[in-house]
T-cell receptor
């Protein structure tokens, strides 16, 4: 079945440093979604990427979808303490439309 | 989202007990999902339902069962709980007619099996 791997599992940064998490799928994806889970909270949808090579920005967050639609990344510029949490990628593909396979998540800690 | 509620929020039970986790939504979404979250393993899909008459197994359905009582309600049962089912359980919903088909999660149920 479809597998989605996400690295790193943990990332500690100083406030103001940049952060990147990477996601790789074992199969070609129809789309990829990103979610953020604050400590003690539930996952919240951030964005969806659909097109090969697509790049989307939300303020300090930049999301990319690979040309082969098998990998994606989330980059945060100049992290803030409000960025702490776990970031998940989730892929949907082929006959599994509407069903997401989540990566393991990257836990981001930002030190002030 | 407050539109997706889960009960109970916390539950401690003993090995062998039957337990039901309930999920209700007021978003009018047709699709509902049950996930479990374990440290380092992300969110793993247990069961999903694309409408009231459609129930599908996810990647880790063994030891679990579900019931879709109405469009707004989706329950997860553990017939005979075991300690490795200790986890954080999330219910989620989505709407097939939206552009992104993003999932909206409930607040979670923390289950401990002793």
């Amino acid at each position: 079945g479809q597998q989605v791997m996400q690295i790193p599992q943990y990332q500690h940064v100083q406030e103001g440093e940049d952060f990147t998490t990477y996601c790789n799928s074992s199969t070609t994806l129809s789309n990829i979604q990103w979610y953020k889970q604050r400590p003690g909270g539930h996952p919240v949808f951030l964005i969806q990427l659909v097109k090969s090579g697509e790049v989307k920005k939300q303020k300090r967050l930049t999301f990319q979808f690979g040309e082969a639609k098998k990998n994606s990344s989330l980059h945060i510029t100049a992290t803030q303490t409000t960025d702490v949490g776990t970031y998940f990628c989730a892929g949907s593909g082929g006959t599994s439309y509407g069903k997401l396979t989540f990566g393991q998540g990257t836990i981001l800690t930002v030190h002030p | 989202d407050a539109d997706v509620t889960q009960t109970p929020r916390n539950r401690i039970t003993k090995t062998g007990k039957r337990i039901m986790l309930e999920c209700s939504q007021t978003k009018g979404h047709d699709r509902m999902y049950w996930y479990r979250q374990d440290p380092g393993l992300g969110l793993r899909l247990i069961y999903y339902s694309f409408d009231v008459k459609d129930i599908n197994k996810g990647e880790i359905s063994d030891g679990y069962s579900v019931s879709r009582q109405a469009q707004a309600k989706f329950s997860l049962s553990l017939e005979s709980a075991i300690p490795n089912q200790t986890a954080l359980y999330f219910c989620a919903t989505s709407d097939r007619w939206t552009v992104y088909n993003e999932q909206f999660f409930g607040p979670g149920t923390r289950l401990t099996v002793l």
